[in-house]
């Protein structure tokens, strides 16, 4: 009798480790996209118009053995698996720019920045903290806009995880309650945050102006294309995730 007092004492502790494992289990199980993308392959969707995810392995050799595989069921829903090697010095090139793509007319005369009534947009990422010499992780979160048919292309920084900008400091500037240090390389314009964000919203009109009133891009300059995603240097030969919870735009022309 004995014997059997001490097996239920025991039986109670053991069926509570098989029901907390099994919700362990249930929290951590996969989720499933509607869509995949390797390499150079986009993910597009009937009833998210204007929009695609292009997983944009744009400079070598962000290619076998890397890896980077795309999975999204929208513009604002998306998560990427990245493989990318070990940077082999501290000065690391981008290698990826997994993003949502917006595409605009592309014309002359057409969506021009000094027309913009207002644009803003929200969003919510997720992504590995740290940098090259702490984990060799090296990548940043970002808007990317170009104009004038790929001419000009301005990118805002919102997380910046071991990333340095290129170019040189042309200002720094509060706008919309941000504060940003801005970059200009060629015809490239980076606006940093000084603090980095997860998640929040980004007024993107006053960025356009900042440039315009400073002579750097003409108010008759036209949009391209919109971008918010990942620019990614390194993820020290492991596989990372990097997910975009949430993304908006919200936007308006005279």
């Known amino acids: 009798m004995k014997r059997l007092l001490s097996l239920l004492a025991v039986l109670p502790l053991f069926v509570l480790s098989i029901a907390t494992a099994q919700a362990a289990h249930a929290t951590t199980k996969t989720r499933t996209f509607s869509c995949t993308a390797d390499a150079f392959q986009a993910c597009s969707f009937a009833n998210d118009p ?7 392995t744009w400079n070598d050799p962000a290619m076998p053995p890397n890896s980077y595989t795309l999975f999204a069921n929208s513009h604002s829903d998306w998560e990427l698996l990245a493989n990318q090697e070990t940077c082999p010095t501290l000065d690391c090139a981008v290698e990826a720019y997994v993003s949502s793509q917006y595409n605009y007319d592309n014309k002359a005369g057409s969506q021009e ?3 913009i009534k207002y644009m803003s947009s929200y969003f919510s990422e997720t992504m590995p903290t740290g940098n ?3 984990n060799g992780f090296d990548a940043e979160a970002a808007y990317d806009i170009w104009l004038n048919n ?3 292309e301005v990118m805002i920084w919102v997380d910046n995880q071991g990333q340095t900008p290129a ?3 042309i200002g720094t500037a509060r706008l919309a309650g941000r504060e940003y240090t801005i970059y200009k390389a060629g015809n490239t314009y980076s606006f940093i945050l000084k603090q980095n964000l997860t998640h929040g919203e980004i007024d993107i009109l006053p960025v356009l102006q900042w440039l315009t009133a400073n002579k750097y891009v003409a108010d008759s300059s036209y949009m391209t294309q919109f971008n918010f995603g990942f620019e990614i240097c390194s993820t020290n030969s492991k596989t990372d995730r990097l997910a975009v919870n ?3 735009l919200q936007q308006r022309f005279k």
Not at 50 to 56: E, K, L, P, Q, S
């Open 150 to 152: 790929y001419g000009i």
């Open 167 to 169: 170019g040189s400091v």
């Open 50 to 56: 204007g929009w695609d995810v292009y997983n944009n």
């Open 113 to 115: 920045v000094g027309h």
């Open 132 to 134: 090259l010499t702490t």
């Open 246 to 248: 949430a993304l908006t």
